[in-house]
């Protein structure tokens, strides 16, 4: 009997588990659970392939979602356009327009009952509709064998509106896609236009907003090509606006168009300048002054050059004043680093500009050589090591060029001597100022001088007193220790007196006059055993000092 009840009562208790385990599957299949141990099991052996066909499939929505929603607005766009050109010859002029404007209804109006359900179409539909909008208006003259408005004016008076119709909106979406359409259809009336005034004034407009826009929504991409476009635009204007079926050529009036190249380059600065964050600079503000700086001085030098040599030198000490200023507000207010960089070399290209246009050659090599001194000036107040740097290099090519387009070495060569001296004295004076942790960028200005000199009295003064003025030098060079105090001078002087040594046993006994030998022979003679004695009273009080 006691075996029969244990049997029955496993038996009972096997029955209870199975009815358990039935209730529990109806239950998760009400619910639309997992299976417990089926969970464990996935969890436990994750397999690579559904992942993968995860990534396949969010790809495949990808491309069927929202690349064929773009492509299909766009050739839907492009098919009402070409609709719209047909000539309708028996139609009254305005048909064409009306038709689409009544298709761009249809087409805001979808856009905005789906712009909940389907916001991404909504957004593609409404961009598709701001665009024929503007072609539909520009229908009314362009376009057809009988224009439904004459006057392009007026046209460009609907264009305008059109244009601030559809950058309300956009503004309305908060939408950088669809200002960025807006912006370009503003481009696009200004070139319509073929107006030079207009044109100037429209693209001033855009790119104030552009500005705007940068420094209200943070539209930083928007930024950058609202300066490509403003650039690109003037271009096409100097080029005598070849979209409007005129010739390829460059325009030699107004030369008042200089000015507005210089009015965008100061507006776009301002977009950088008044930014929030001031503190660094970002690739976005490198990168838009760089093309600011770029754009401007492309059209700048090529319409100057090209049309407007006349008043080149005027209009380049104009550009020239107002990017330098830019460059110290740039400094003054927040300490940049490359926005201070570019509109300051930018200043001092165009003020050698300038300087080539009003002088003669080979006089403009000696302001060159001055300007110098105020770019490295200047630099050191910029505490600037990337405009030293690139003075020093710019110093060497202005010298070699005019080596070789001087015809003949003059005094001014001197220049370049004195220069390097006054340059490496200044960079010494105020070295804190650029944090210089090596003497290399001093000792290149006053390697540059101690060849330059030299050089210079070699091609300048007769050849019998070439030894004589390098003893000179060497003199001057010694002088300067002593006031200075400085080792380095006297370096150049006993560079500068072995240097005299080799050219008399050289040249002197070979080429001079008996007279002229023999007073090089004796000067120089002397002027060596007077530097021994002076080194040799230098050498115990040295080693005083040093105990």
């Given at each position: 009997m006691g075996i029969f009840s244990e049997r029955e009562e496993f038996e009972h208790l096997y029955q209870l588990i199975r009815r358990l385990e039935a209730r529990l599957s109806r239950i998760e299949e009400h619910l639309n659970l997992e299976p417990?141990?089926?969970?464990?099991?996935?969890?436990?052996?994750?397999?690579?392939?559904?992942?993968?066909?995860?990534?396949?499939?969010?790809?495949?929505?990808?491309?069927?979602?929202?690349?064929?929603?773009?492509?299909?607005?766009?050739?839907?766009?492009?098919?009402?356009?070409?609709?719209?050109?047909?000539p309708y010859q028996n139609l009254p002029p305005t048909f064409p327009s009306l038709m689409g404007y009544l298709l761009v209804g249809v087409i805001l109006i979808l856009a905005h009952a789906l712009r909940k359900s389907y916001a991404y179409i909504s957004r593609f539909l409404l961009g598709g509709g701001l665009v024929l909008l503007y072609?539909?208006?520009?229908?009314?003259?362009?376009?057809?064998?009988?224009?439904?408005?004459?006057?392009?004016?007026?046209?460009?008076?609907?264009?305008?509106?059109?244009?601030?119709?559809?950058?309300w909106i956009s503004i309305r979406r908060n939408s950088v896609y669809l200002t960025a359409i807006s912006l370009t259809l503003g481009y696009i009336t200004a070139v319509l236009s073929n107006q030079t005034g207009f044109l100037f004034g429209v693209v001033a407009l855009l790119a104030g907003l552009t500005v705007f826009f940068k420094l209200k929504y943070r539209w930083n991409a928007l930024f950058i090509y609202g300066i490509v476009l403003t650039y690109f635009v003037h271009f096409l204007w100097f080029l005598n606006n070849p979209f409007m079926g005129n010739k390829i050529q460059f325009v030699s009036s107004p030369s008042w168009n200089l000015l507005f190249l210089l009015i965008y380059a100061v507006i776009f600065a301002l977009?950088?300048?008044?930014?929030?964050?001031?503190?660094?600079?970002?690739?976005?503000?490198?990168?838009?002054?760089?093309?600011?700086?770029?754009?401007?001085?492309?059209?700048?030098?090529?319409?100057?050059?090209?049309?407007?040599?006349?008043?080149?030198?005027?209009?380049?000490?104009?550009?020239?004043?107002?990017?330098?200023?830019?460059?110290?507000?740039?400094?003054?207010?927040?300490?940049?680093?490359?926005?201070?960089?570019?509109?300051?070399?930018?200043?001092?290209?165009?003020?050698?500009?300038?300087?080539?246009?009003?002088?003669?050659?080979?006089?403009?090599?000696?302001?060159?050589?001055?300007?110098?001194?105020?770019?490295?000036?200047?630099?050191?107040?910029?505490?600037?090591?990337?405009?030293?740097?690139?003075?020093?290099?710019?110093?060497?090519?202005?010298?070699?060029a005019y080596?070789?387009?001087?015809?003949?070495?003059?005094?001014?060569?001197?220049?370049?001597?004195?220069?390097?001296?006054?340059?490496?004295?200044?960079?010494?004076?105020?070295?804190?100022?650029?944090?210089?942790?090596?003497?290399?960028?001093?000792?290149?200005?006053?390697?540059?001088?101690?060849?330059?000199?030299?050089?210079?009295?070699?091609?300048?003064?007769?050849?019998?007193?070439?030894?004589?003025?390098w003893i000179g030098i060497a003199l001057f060079y010694y002088i300067l220790s002593v006031i200075l105090n400085n080792r380095k001078y006297r370096w150049m002087t006993l560079g500068t007196l072995l240097l005299t040594v080799s050219y008399v046993l050289i040249i002197g006994i070979t080429k001079l006059e008996p007279v002229y030998r023999i007073v090089s022979f004796l000067l120089l003679g002397v002027v060596l055993l007077v530097f021994s004695l002076l080194y040799a009273r230098m050498k115990p009080r040295k080693t005083a000092d040093e105990e």
């Open positions: 417990l141990f089926a969970a464990e099991e996935q969890k436990a052996e994750p397999a690579a392939g559904p992942e993968r066909g995860e990534e396949q499939e969010s790809l495949e929505f990808k491309i069927g979602q929202y690349w064929f929603t773009k492509i299909g607005i766009i050739i839907l766009s492009i098919g009402i356009g070409f609709l719209m050109l047909l072609f539909t208006t520009m229908r009314l003259h362009f376009f057809g064998p009988q224009p439904a408005i004459e006057n392009l004016n007026l046209l460009l008076g609907l264009l305008l509106f059109v244009v601030a119709l559809n950058l977009g950088n300048l008044f930014r929030e964050e001031r503190s660094s600079e970002d690739h976005h503000v490198i990168l838009s002054t760089f093309l600011n700086c770029g754009g401007v001085f492309f059209l700048f030098l090529l319409e100057t050059v090209s049309k407007f040599h006349s008043h080149l030198a005027f209009w380049h000490l104009l550009s020239s004043a107002v990017f330098l200023t830019l460059s110290i507000i740039f400094w003054i207010r927040e300490k940049s680093k490359y926005s201070t960089f570019f509109y300051a070399m930018l200043g001092y290209t165009a003020l050698s500009v300038a300087i080539i246009a009003q002088f003669q050659r080979p006089d403009y090599f000696l302001w060159l050589c001055w300007q110098s001194l105020l770019v490295i000036s200047t630099a050191i107040w910029f505490r600037s090591k990337i405009i030293v740097l690139a003075n020093f290099l710019i110093f060497l090519l202005i010298f070699v080596l070789i387009l001087a015809g003949k070495v003059t005094l001014i060569s001197l220049s370049f001597g004195v220069v390097a001296l006054l340059s490496a004295r200044i960079m010494n004076w105020q070295k804190h100022r650029l944090e210089l942790k090596t003497e290399f960028m001093r000792n290149a200005y006053l390697a540059t001088a101690f060849f330059i000199f030299p050089y210079a009295m070699y091609h300048t003064v007769p050849g019998s007193y070439v030894g004589v003025s």
